[in-house]
């Protein structure tokens, strides 16, 4: 092979795809660099700073944007939140704890059993108390008072005999009395009685879990299973949208990229695109080397 093949038939394809890889390269660097503009006798030199340094700002708000409007959608996230593998999980463990016994559940609420167990025991002091103030207020005394003297009334009434011996005023002293005697009663005694019962009920119902509780008022487990699923994808939806309606997702995405250094960013995109960057590098010496082989034969 003599130096005018060489020059003929090699030497074309080989100086375009030279050509076209170190063309397409600059153009790739050309991005990122320079960094800064650079000046020349006072006057900024055209191409500098390179294109995403120079338009770094109308990136971030376009990445902002496209991140809002596109990728971070409250449709997206809720459907996220709201999938078989992300619910059934929870849902199964929110079960699982109304199928455990309410003192294990309060014990591990409270910290410590011991805890738990002064809890329940300050929860009934207050119940006792809650409830005889209610009785209290019922004023039993009084209504013993009116409806016993109307009932003894009544049957004296009905009685010839007793209408002379029993007047009205010894029936209304008698059930003063009783009243009087049914008040200091509940006084003396009926937070003790009230105390007692609500004791041994709730350290009976802590033996219970809150299914069982439940199923007592008649909800069945599938029902509360599906009230449970609902109150949840509820509360996703609400909770999506309440915090977007907060954050300002393209103006996070925006500041965000605005904070990083041009290095940074060229770090990052290189990271993701650094085999298509290198395929455009290597397309640029293929039609390079295509364009030298025709000329050739023109």
Request: hydrophobic share 45%; glycine share 6%; net charge negative.
């Amino acid at each position: 092979m003599n130096w005018d093949t060489v020059v003929t038939y090699l030497l074309p394809p080989l100086v375009g795809a030279v050509i076209g890889y170190f063309t397409n390269l600059i153009a790739v660097k050309m991005l990122f660099y320079p960094h800064k503009p650079v000046f020349l006798f006072g006057h900024q030199l055209p191409l500098t700073p390179g294109a995403i340094p120079k338009g770094k700002a109308r990136l971030a708000k376009s990445a902002g944007k496209i991140v809002q409007d596109e990728l971070f959608t409250r449709e997206d996230i809720s459907g996220r939140l709201l999938t078989e593998e992300v619910e059934k999980p929870l849902i199964d463990k929110v079960m699982s704890i109304l199928d455990t016994n309410i003192r294990e559940t309060g014990a591990v609420m409270a910290g410590s059993a011991e805890k738990y167990d002064r809890l329940e025991e300050s929860f009934t002091e207050l119940l006792a108390i809650k409830i005889t103030d209610a009785i209290k207020k019922m004023d039993i005394p009084g209504t013993i008072h009116r409806e016993g003297k109307a009932m003894l009334l009544d049957h004296v009434l009905n009685s010839r005999l007793l209408t002379f011996v029993v007047s009205d005023n010894t029936i209304d002293r008698v059930m003063k009395a009783v009243s009087d005697k049914m008040e200091e009663f509940i006084d003396a005694r009926g937070p003790e009685m009230v105390s007692e019962i609500t004791t041994s009920r709730i350290h009976d119902l802590g033996d219970r879990t809150p299914l069982y509780v439940l199923e007592l008022a008649g909800y069945d487990p599938e029902f509360v299973r599906r009230k449970i699923t609902e109150a949840y994808r509820e509360s996703v939806v609400n909770a999506v949208n309440s915090a977007l309606r907060r954050i300002d997702v393209a103006k996070v995405v925006e500041d965000k990229i605005n904070a990083m250094s041009v290095e940074e960013l060229e770090k990052g995109v290189l990271t993701v695109m650094k085999t298509e960057l290198r395929m455009i590098v290597n397309l640029g010496a293929l039609i390079g080397l295509v364009i030298g082989s025709i000329n050739i034969f023109i």
